[in-house]
């Protein structure tokens, strides 16, 4: 198996890992989360539309309800081990949480009971233990 490197900015790192969760946020059907990603939340702020944020909760609610055949509210999503949740997810999911339990080891003002403090593997992933991230 071959590996890859990859070396960025801090600031890339930190996107990198807001990218990660972003998509397993939406392959769990939590679309609410498209609300706030920077581009959506910069043009709300600036023409001041409060208002789309009720309707994109509905219109959002109501488009992941029929893409994941689910009939609830806006807070429900598929669990992280749902057969339905495609592996993909929990891969990303792995890789998201050992790039920021990284940067939470380098917070010398970091606090221990936070979901960052650890890692917990969810993919069937054989290579889970070769995800690595380092700071310098």
Request: proline letters at 1%; hydrophobic letters at 35%; glycine letters at 4%.
């Amino acid at each position: 198996m071959r590996t890859v490197t990859i070396q960025v900015t801090e600031d890339q790192g930190k996107l990198i890992s807001n990218a990660l969760d972003f998509y397993c946020r939406i392959g769990l059907g939590q679309f609410n989360s498209i609300r706030e990603h920077p581009s959506i939340q910069k043009y709300l702020w600036k023409n001041k539309r409060d208002e789309y944020h009720d309707i994109a909760e509905k219109e959002l609610t109501m488009a992941r309800n029929k893409l994941f055949d689910m009939k609830v509210g806006l807070n429900g999503s598929k669990g992280i081990h749902s057969n339905d949740v495609d592996d993909s997810v929990r891969v990303a999911f792995d890789i998201y949480q050992v790039i920021r339990n990284e940067f939470w080891k380098n917070d010398f003002d970091r606090i221990s009971l936070l979901v960052d403090s650890s890692v917990h593997f969810t993919s069937n992933d054989k290579n889970v233990n070769k995800i690595k991230c380092e700071i310098k």
